[in-house]
């Protein structure tokens, strides 16, 4: 009973960290969440809110957590000391609590560490300390949010009878930013402009600014921001828009009337900082522009890396780096590149909501030689590997140093304007290239006379507002606060996955489906699909991790004086996006009609598209008839109604009831035996034989289900003959 128990959640940390602590310790895996909340009480929530307090019912999440709890029940047989390691994160310190409860451990220690190295490991077990509750009821919180949220919401979109699934509190406001993009670009009129221009002798061409007497626009304010969505393209430049040809041309034949001479020329060497190291979003924005990765596809890869002792953990929204890796990188660059090196080592600022305590995603050994990890790693890990690397360092570098210039012409009345940029110290971006593309202008006078080659215009048309790239909807939901790290992957991939939004050409499309959807919930829920509302629930669980207020108490208000009101008045809403109303009242949605007609109005039926049968779409009535949906059978060759419906229509009449002689455990009452369908298969159940007595509250858990060994129940047991 000397060993020790170290629990940590993924399988593929287990033989690193047995390398790093040796034959004294057993080290096992959750393999991630082990309990999740039963589908139990009202509305299958699994929790009760009763006042300000909240109960619980946890139950193992699925067969293989049923295993790994009687196997970490074994092992603890075996040790005198049971350590918890799980994800240095909100996530990992709630499966660390579930790992007590469902253990029944008295008093477990908590290590963390985030990064799977020696030192960081050993470190990690010399400052064991307690479960911080504050984190776990932030956890706890959002488990039971979700599930609020997602179960009482859901059922509202299910009566639109159009294959949507489900509502999330994430989800639902992350796609409403698809849809409304996507409304955007439909509601765009084109318009047409002109961009005018002068090419000079002296080697350069300038663009159409304005007059002399206009009032000047204030120029705007250079800020810095490294965008890592972007592939550092640089927009070609033009004039101020011209809005009709014959005003162009005057312009034009203006320019080649009266000469040309510079009236400003301003040349200043300006520093550009370098990019902070990555936190999870800018990750994977910069995996998704640069590697062409979904965010699904980088966390995964990540994962492999953190796994392997090669990155720090990689759900993080803070900047910061240790000093003993900035010391690190230091020696690096003194070693290979001593130009690079700054005076003072850079310090980076995490946003105010960020966890301090932790680390950005930045290699754990810079001086790994790469060869090295070419052979070990697959491409795919080799190539985020040498990203994260390049950024790291970058972050540490001094600025590059970019020489701007400015050249603004007059010709009569009419001024012109020209902009160079040229890179005359490389810095960070040896490592981490994000400057635009070098514009050379010559070297002039103010004053100076220029020589017109030629004048003329191009006409151009305004564009729509692009769709969101992955990279991009990931930034958006940062910027606007909408979940935090760990979720803005899973949102978008549940978003594709529910069908509401498609990928094309790398841009996120909503689908006619999630359109719809977004539609209804904007009259039913309009909060809920607010991101400032949905921002703030998140600041709601952020003041609950730092101890500021219980979380049982928030939920609970939450609940009452928002949620359950809300909801009540969203089932007043009609259902009516089947017919195509548009939520904003500005369009109908047009569907495409067939030439079946409904059985009950004789109006055509529409063709709703959906990947999930084989035609591709189905027919359904949208001029009010309820239920009305036809699939193409195959063996017919006919539309038909769903098989379900069909079996209701041929025997409306109730299947009938089997009086058992089994008491019922709460009123004496015989059970009956109750048909029912899940999952497309029959199913029974016993339950009391009273229909009145059905409806008590003391009567909910009496449910005994089928199993090979006999009728049981959750509440009650075996039931005994």
């Not at 109960?55 to 074994?74: D, F, G, H």
């Amino acid at each position: 009973m000397s060993k020790r128990l170290l629990v940590v959640e993924s399988p593929g940390k287990v033989k690193k960290l047995s390398q790093i602590l040796g034959a004294e310790w057993i080290v096992r895996a959750s393999c991630g969440h082990i309990r999740e909340l039963s589908n139990e009480g009202e509305d299958s929530l699994g929790f009760i809110m009763d006042g300000s307090s909240v109960r619980c019912r946890y139950v193992p999440r699925n067969q293989q957590a049923r295993e790994t709890i009687q196997q970490l029940k074994a092992a603890l047989k075996q040790v005198k000391e049971v350590v918890l390691a799980t994800d240095p994160d909100r996530e990992g310190e709630t499966i660390a609590w579930h790992l007590k409860e469902a253990l029944g451990l008295k008093d477990p220690k908590r290590a963390v560490y985030t990064e799977i190295t020696e030192s960081a490991v050993r470190s990690a077990i010399a400052n064991l300390r307690e479960l911080d509750l504050n984190l776990v009821g932030a956890g706890l919180c959002r488990d039971c949010l979700d599930k609020l949220v997602g179960y009482k919401g859901s059922p509202l979109v299910w009566a639109l009878n159009n294959g949507a699934k489900s509502v999330g509190r994430v989800q639902s406001a992350t796609l409403h930013l698809i849809c409304q993009r996507e409304r955007e670009i439909e509601s765009f009129v084109p318009q047409d402009y002109w961009s005018i221009w002068v090419d000079y002798a002296e080697g350069f061409r300038a663009f159409y600014k304005g007059t002399v007497n206009a009032p000047s626009e204030t120029p705007k304010q250079e800020t810095e921001v490294h965008d890592d969505t972007a592939n550092n393209h640089t927009e070609a430049p033009e004039s101020t828009r011209v809005l009709s040809e014959a005003e162009a041309t005057r312009l034009v034949e203006e320019a080649k009337r009266h000469p040309h001479q510079i009236v400003q020329y301003e040349g200043k060497v300006v520093n550009r900082q370098p990019p902070p190291p990555f936190i999870t979003s800018t990750l994977q924005q910069a995996a998704g522009s640069r590697l062409k990765f979904a965010p699904e596809k980088t966390m995964q890869v990540a994962q492999k890396l953190y796994e392997a002792g090669l990155i720090t953990y990689m759900r993080t929204d803070s900047v910061m780096l240790s000093p003993e890796f900035c010391d690190s990188a230091r020696k690096w660059l003194e070693q290979n590149d001593p130009e690079n090196v700054p005076q003072q080592t850079a310090r980076h600022r995490s946003k105010k909501t960020a966890q301090e305590a932790h680390e950005a995603i930045r290699p754990t050994d810079v001086f790994r030689p790469s060869t090295e990890l070419r052979v070990e790693l697959s491409a795919d890990e080799f190539n985020l590997y040498v990203l994260i690397w390049k950024r790291a360092i970058a972050s540490q570098c001094r600025p590059a140093q970019l020489r701007k210039t400015l050249i603004i012409t007059q010709s009569g009345e009419l001024l012109w304007q020209a902009r160079g940029q040229v890179v005359e110290f490389l810095g960070y971006a040896r490592y981490w290239s994000n400057l635009s593309k070098d514009t050379i202008l010559p070297n002039l006078q103010q004053g100076q006379m220029l020589t017109l080659e030629n004048a003329g215009h191009e006409k151009k048309q305004t564009q729509p507002p692009p769709r969101y790239s992955e990279p991009k909807l990931v930034q958006l939901m940062e910027r606007k606060g909408i979940g935090r790290p760990s979720t803005y992957s899973p949102t978008i991939a549940t978003l594709k996955k529910r069908g509401y939004v498609q990928l094309i050409k790398e841009n996120l499309q909503p689908t006619a489906l999630g359109l719809e959807v977004d539609a209804f919930l904007l009259k039913a829920l309009p909060d809920l699909l607010e991101t400032e509302f949905t921002a703030k629930m998140e600041d709601a669980l952020d003041s609950i991790a730092s101890g500021k207020q219980p979380w049982q108490h928030y939920l609970t208000n939450w609940n009452q004086n928002y949620f359950a009101p809300a909801l009540a008045k969203a089932k007043t809403v009609p259902v009516s996006s089947s017919n195509g109303a548009n939520a904003s009242g500005v369009a109908e949605r047009k569907f495409e009609t067939s030439r079946t007609r409904c059985p009950q109005c004789n109006n055509n039926l529409a063709k709703i598209n959906s990947n999930k049968v084989k035609k591709k779409y189905f027919l359904k009535c949208v001029s009010g008839c309820e239920n009305v949906v036809l699939f193409w059978s195959e063996y017919t060759k006919t539309w038909e109604p769903p098989r379900s419906q069909t079996r209701l229509d041929a025997n409306p009449q109730k299947p009938p009831v089997k009086i058992t002689t089994y008491p019922c455990p709460v009123c004496k009452q015989p059970l009956e035996e109750y048909t029912y369908t899940k999952d497309a298969q029959s199913k029974k159940m016993l339950r009391c034989s009273n229909p009145k007595s059905r409806n008590e509250q003391k009567h909910k858990d009496v449910a005994y289900f089928s199993t090979p060994k006999g009728w049981w129940s959750p509440k009650f047991g075996e039931l005994k003959c």
